[in-house]
């Protein structure tokens, strides 16, 4: 194992008293992919915003390549060869993919103030090429999908000599093949003497790369273990702090009812191709396919953030217009889409106002809202879905980015809408929580909703669903029951072979 190159001790940091890492401890060596486990708001994000200046720690010490870190401000970390892709994107949208690389940066020219631009291109090619990306460096951020972004960001990091990596939750938003890719960039920069901190909440990518990890829980260091030496399971039980006997919650008994959903021959200009099917009353509908394969287009075209070109929507057996969300909502049909960023959260209000603020209509009577009834919701789903925060006035932008996208479940779960559309609902979820969001669909089902789940991750489709439709290229390939589906014919139809 490569020699030490980074070494924290005795961490503490609190925010307005309340304390978030408490005693912690994290030892990284060169040429090593360290895992950093722990529950959603467990601090991985605050030590790694220690690590690169971003906050002060109250006490402790970082010592880096020997010396004590000293980061005066978060810009020097480049200089130190430490790169950092957030758990939030920090891409500037109106910015060329070759500008992101390079700002600060930009090579030649600068004595007179003038960037060669073509010379930028060139380099910033040369990156995406090392990743295998096929993306302009012309084009602007604007214009790519979440999982490119993801990748600028680290070809971004590789642009200039890294000797720590710090990725959090890189793979939330990439595709099969990008992990792939990913996962062979990491590889050759560990085989250069890289180290490489890495924090996922999907269990199962773990053992491709990791050599060791360290567990955290509720801001205290637990354990560290070189990977070989534990399992997932004894991980997780560390992580929560207690046995998690099943991922997923036993069925309840509930019954399709009468159908609630038709969708006629839609098709949308980009993708979709006359897709029909039908959902019913309790029951949970699962949506599998690979990334690409049409299923958020077809969420949102039912939802109406997307024109249809073809086809009909009929709801409680009527056919309905839906042209705008407003009009999908006022239908009782509701969306929670897999960005939680364009999703509308107000990072510098609290949680009971994010959540009213949807739902303004129903908490208030004559333009005043009815507060007790606000606070007493909030509270509701604060502790249903085990959001930590100090409480409900916590700024959303505070909260860790597991318990944000735990406050959109929330905004839409208080509508109470009849159709419910989750798209990739536990991404970025901690173990622990994905159980408590399967049980409140569950919830959902048992009062008559129809629960309709988008998801990449097959186990949680086959885990949950009654009924399996997949997608490919635009198309639905295969409606199957619950019984008659497997991990095998599921990737069978998403190929479309
Ligand atoms: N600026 C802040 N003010 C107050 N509290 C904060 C602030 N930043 C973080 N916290 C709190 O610190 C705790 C740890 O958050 P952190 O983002 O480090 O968690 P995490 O382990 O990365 O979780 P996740 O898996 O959800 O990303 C959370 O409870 C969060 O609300
Ligand atoms: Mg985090």
């Keep these: 194992m490569g020699e030490m190159l980074l070494e924290a001790v005795d961490i503490y940091k609190s925010y307005s008293g309340v304390s978030v890492l408490r005693n912690v401890q994290l030892h990284i060596r060169r040429g090593e992919v360290h895992a950093l486990m722990g529950e959603n708001g467990a601090g991985k994000s ?146 250069q003497g890289v180290a490489i901190i890495y924090i996922s909440h999907r269990m199962n990518e773990l053992k491709r790369i990791v050599d060791r990890v360290t567990v955290l829980r509720d801001g205290q260091y637990i354990s560290e273990h070189l990977f070989q030496d534990t399992t997932v399971d004894k991980l997780i039980q560390e992580m929560v702090g207690r046995e998690l006997t099943s991922k997923f919650p036993g069925k309840p008994d509930y019954s399709r009812g009468k159908k609630t959903l038709e969708v006629k021959n839609v098709s949308t200009k980009q993708l979709l191709r006359n897709i029909s099917f039908e959902a019913y009353e309790g029951e949970i509908l699962g949506i599998a396919g690979l990334m690409g394969a049409g299923r958020t287009e077809l969420a949102r075209a039912i939802f109406g953030a997307d024109r249809m070109v073809t086809g009909e929507i009929w709801i409680q057996g009527k056919k309905v217009a839906i042209q705008t969300p407003a009009e999908g909502i006022r239908h009782g049909i509701g969306y929670i889409t897999e960005d939680r960023k364009k999703d509308g959260l107000m990072l510098s209000i609290n949680i009971k106002d994010n959540i009213m603020i949807s739902n303004y209509d129903k908490y208030s009577t004559a333009g005043w809202v009815k507060e007790n009834e606000a606070k007493r919701v909030t509270d509701h789903y604060i502790t249903r879905l085990g959001i930590k925060a100090v409480n409900r006035n916590q700024e959303v932008g505070n909260l ?98």
């Excluded at 009062?447 to 949950?464: A, K, Q, R, Y």
Aim: glycine share 6%; proline share 3%.
């Design 46 to 191: 605050t030590l790694m915003k220690i690590l690169t200046g971003v906050v002060k720690q109250d006490s402790g010490q970082v010592r880096y390549k020997g010396q004590p870190l000293r980061i005066q401000h978060p810009k020097e970390i480049q200089r130190l060869g430490i790169g950092i892709v957030y758990q939030e994107f920090n891409l500037l949208p109106d910015l060329t993919v070759a500008q992101n690389i390079f700002i600060g940066r930009e090579p030649g020219a600068r004595l007179r103030g003038f960037i060669s631009e073509r010379q930028l291109n060139e380099d910033a090619a040369k990156i995406l090429q090392q990743l295998k990306l096929k993306i302009n460096p012309r084009m602007k951020v604007s214009e790519l999908s979440v999982a490119e972004q993801q990748m600028v960001e680290i070809a971004k990091t590789l642009s200039y000599n890294c000797e720590l990596l710090i990725l959090d939750e890189p793979t939330a938003a990439l595709t099969e093949s990008e992990i792939d890719t990913l996962f062979d960039v990491i590889h050759d920069l560990k085989a």
């Design 400 to 497: 860790s980015g597991g318990n944000q996208q735990k406050v959109v479940l929330a905004k839409w779960l208080c509508r109470h809408t009849n159709i419910l559309i989750f798209d990739e609902p536990t991404r970025g979820i901690d173990v622990g929580a994905k159980y408590e969001v399967y049980e409140l669909m569950y919830e959902l089902v048992l009062n008559g909703v129809t629960v309709i789940m988008i998801s990449s991750e097959l186990p949680e489709i086959l885990g949950m669903s009654d009924r399996i439709l997949v997608m490919a290229e635009g198309r639905i390939t295969a409606d199957l029951s619950a019984e008659d589906a497997d991990q095998e014919k599921i990737t069978h139809y998403a190929m479309n072979q």
